[in-house]
């Protein structure tokens, strides 16, 4: 999709009150408000990524508008923060839905049984009961997507993707032997290093800074984020960490099981936070899933480098699902 076509898709951005948490709302497509769009021009079916952690939802917005471009724009594409992952600007009002739970509802709703809660929380408070399901899980999304399939399961769920799924054994892949003695043991150390660096930076040092960082990643500009820069958010990502290096241990067969239908699996050659022998152990206790491998060698956080392919991916693994709509 060119750049051209890209700016002409609308994208809206909300600060929802979500479980008593400020959240962060990105919506591909004109509807913003799916229970009072109604008639004909209501869609039938909500998209809705779940993003891995940490949960800048900017970070997803070329794949969330690609993806939109490629189902021909009959569906809206939504990505939802973590809860603690986003700040308010000052400019912006937070919108508050007439039956929002209470934070005192969702305990520990900063932590990973939490964050399930809100986007559980957010479901019911937002979207119609009727409407039609797809979610797209990134990483810890994915795992948060089962979950919410294990708890919810009257959620009318027609397709979950599972992209680069951290489902199991987090805390033994690769990269989690380094990660968890830094966010299990040393994450205090590391709220600290982070108030003390990053609390007295002025704004335009801090945008400055990301901005130099995303040249040199050669990241696109409508993915800067500032919450980046924001010792809070930075703290709520590292204390899901930790909680994602403890909590996720055995994958959870009998939900798989159970939904085996409705779920895509995608891992990664080069994924050091799910290994290849994760797809082996997944591919044999469930030879008949929908359990896919890159060929293209994709990294794990697609998102900065590889949107528009796996955007294309996805758009042609939900053709089949959309045109039943």
């Given at each position: 999709?060119?750049?051209?076509?890209k700016?002409?898709?609308?994208?809206h951005?909300?600060?929802?009150?979500?479980?008593?948490?400020?959240t962060?709302?990105?919506?591909?497509?004109?509807?913003?408000?799916?229970?009072?769009?109604q008639?004909?021009?209501?869609?039938?079916?909500?998209?809705?990524?779940?993003t891995?952690?940490?949960?800048?939802?900017?970070?997803?917005?070329?794949?969330?508008?690609?993806?939109y471009?490629?189902?021909?724009?009959?569906?809206?594409?939504?990505?939802?923060?973590?809860?603690?992952?986003?700040?308010?600007?000052?400019?912006?009002?937070?919108?508050?839905?007439?039956?929002?739970?209470?934070?005192q509802?969702i305990?520990?709703?900063?932590?990973?049984?939490?964050?399930?809660?809100?986007?559980?929380?957010?479901?019911?408070?937002?979207?119609p009961?009727?409407?039609?399901?797809?979610?797209?899980g990134?990483?810890?999304?994915?795992?948060?997507?089962?979950?919410m399939?294990?708890?919810?399961p009257?959620?009318?769920?027609?397709?979950?993707?599972?992209?680069?799924?951290?489902?199991?054994?987090m805390?033994?892949?690769?990269?989690?032997?380094i990660a968890?003695?830094?966010?299990?043991?040393f994450r205090?150390?590391?709220y600290?290093?982070?108030?003390?660096l990053?609390?007295?930076?002025?704004?335009?040092?801090?945008?400055?800074?990301?901005r130099?960082c995303?040249?040199?990643?050669?990241?696109?500009?409508?993915?800067?984020c500032?919450?980046?820069?924001?010792?809070?958010c930075?703290?709520?990502a590292?204390?899901?960490g930790?909680?994602?290096?403890?909590?996720?241990?055995?994958?959870?067969?009998e939900?798989?099981?159970?939904?085996?239908?409705?779920?895509?699996?995608?891992?990664?050659?080069?994924?050091?936070?799910?290994p290849?022998?994760?797809?082996?152990?997944?591919k044999?206790?469930?030879?008949?899933?929908?359990?896919?491998?890159?060929?293209?060698?994709?990294?794990?956080?697609f998102?900065?480098?590889?949107?528009?392919?796996m955007?294309?991916?996805?758009?042609?693994?939900?053709?089949n699902?959309?045109?039943?709509?």
């Open positions: 999709m060119d750049s051209e076509s700016e002409e898709i609308p994208v951005e909300e600060f929802v009150l979500c479980g008593g948490i400020e962060q709302v990105l919506k591909c497509g004109p509807w913003i408000d799916l229970f009072n769009d008639g004909a021009s209501r869609p039938k079916v909500l998209i809705l990524i779940i891995g952690n940490p949960g800048f939802i900017s970070f997803y917005l070329p794949f969330a508008k690609t993806l471009s490629l189902i021909n724009r009959r569906f809206p594409v939504w990505i939802i923060s973590h809860a603690g992952h986003s700040i308010v600007p000052k400019d912006k009002k937070i919108l508050v839905a007439s039956d929002d739970s209470n934070t509802e305990k520990d709703i900063y932590g990973l049984h939490g964050q399930i809660k809100h986007k559980q929380a957010f479901l019911r408070s937002h979207v009961k009727q409407m039609k399901l797809v979610f797209i990134h990483s810890i999304g994915c795992y948060i997507s089962l979950q399939l294990k708890c919810a009257e959620l009318p769920v027609i397709r979950s993707m599972m992209l680069f799924p951290t489902i199991e054994r805390s033994q892949s690769p990269n989690g032997r968890t003695p830094l966010l299990c043991w205090y150390v590391l600290v290093i982070g108030y003390l990053l609390k007295p930076l002025p704004e335009r040092i801090k945008l400055w800074l990301i130099m995303f040249q040199m990643k050669n990241i696109p500009n409508e993915c800067l500032m919450n980046l820069g924001d010792p809070f930075l703290a709520n590292a204390y899901l930790g909680q994602e290096m403890m909590q996720v241990v055995e994958r959870d067969n939900t798989i099981k159970k939904h085996l239908p409705k779920l895509t699996f995608y891992y990664g050659t080069l994924d050091h936070w799910c290849k022998e994760y797809y082996d152990d997944i044999k206790d469930f030879p008949e899933g929908d359990i896919r491998l890159c060929e293209k060698k994709i990294p794990h956080a998102i900065l480098s590889h949107s528009q392919e955007a294309e991916m996805v758009a042609d693994w939900l053709k699902d959309l045109s039943k709509i």
